[in-house]
């Protein structure tokens, strides 16, 4: 039940107080769950990648943590994803997830990181081509309360914060439906 939990937007203590468990017995369960997921897979030729950032941070606010990932709203999967500052070296830790894949159109807000490293006659820049994405990035904040914007929960350590996005992405990639 810790997973679903998690995965549905309780904070570690709620658990913690529901399940009548120790903050320990919560920690590693997420940790060795997230250690048993896979990266997703980078499928070989993307038609449309909808690529976007989403605000988090870690302990406190001036040490951000944004999400950056990719949307493939065809498959409705999450192709690749990376935890990072919002720099144009997250960006390209992220792109270069892409390598091996064909991307026939980037479809992206108007971020300079983008410009400088998308093929500009495959890059697409606008809120229309992006709808998809921005309604993912609600589906994530909803669910995941260290992502929501207005919270006292919050991730205290980097790797937890990494660790409860992974188990999130695995489980949207499954199709599996929030409990």
């Known amino acids: 039940m810790i997973v679903p939990m998690t995965l549905n937007g309780s904070g570690i ?29 980078v499928p070989a030729r993307v038609t449309e990648l909808q690529v976007d950032e989403m605000w988090s941070f870690v302990g406190r606010k001036e040490n951000q943590c944004w999400l950056w990932y990719g949307w493939d709203a065809a498959r409705r999967k999450v192709v690749c994803w990376q935890l990072g500052r919002r720099t144009d070296a997250t ?20 971020l300079e990181s983008y410009q400088k490293f998308l093929p500009p006659a495959r890059h697409w820049i606008g809120k229309d081509a992006t709808q998809s994405i921005e309604r ?4 994530f904040r909803t669910h995941l309360k260290r992502l929501q914007r207005d919270t006292i929960c919050f991730s205290k350590v980097e790797d937890m914060h990494y660790a409860v996005t992974k188990l999130y992405i695995d489980h949207l990639n499954a199709g599996q439906h929030l409990l």
């Open 13 to 41: 203590r709620d658990i913690c107080r529901v399940l009548r468990v120790s903050i320990n017995t919560v920690l590693k369960t997420i940790r060795e769950k997230a250690a048993c997921v896979n990266e997703p897979v």
């Open 91 to 110: 960006c390209k830790r992220l792109l270069e997830k892409l390598k091996g894949s064909l991307v026939m159109r980037y479809c992206t807000d108007e």
């Open 136 to 139: 993912n990035n609600l589906n």
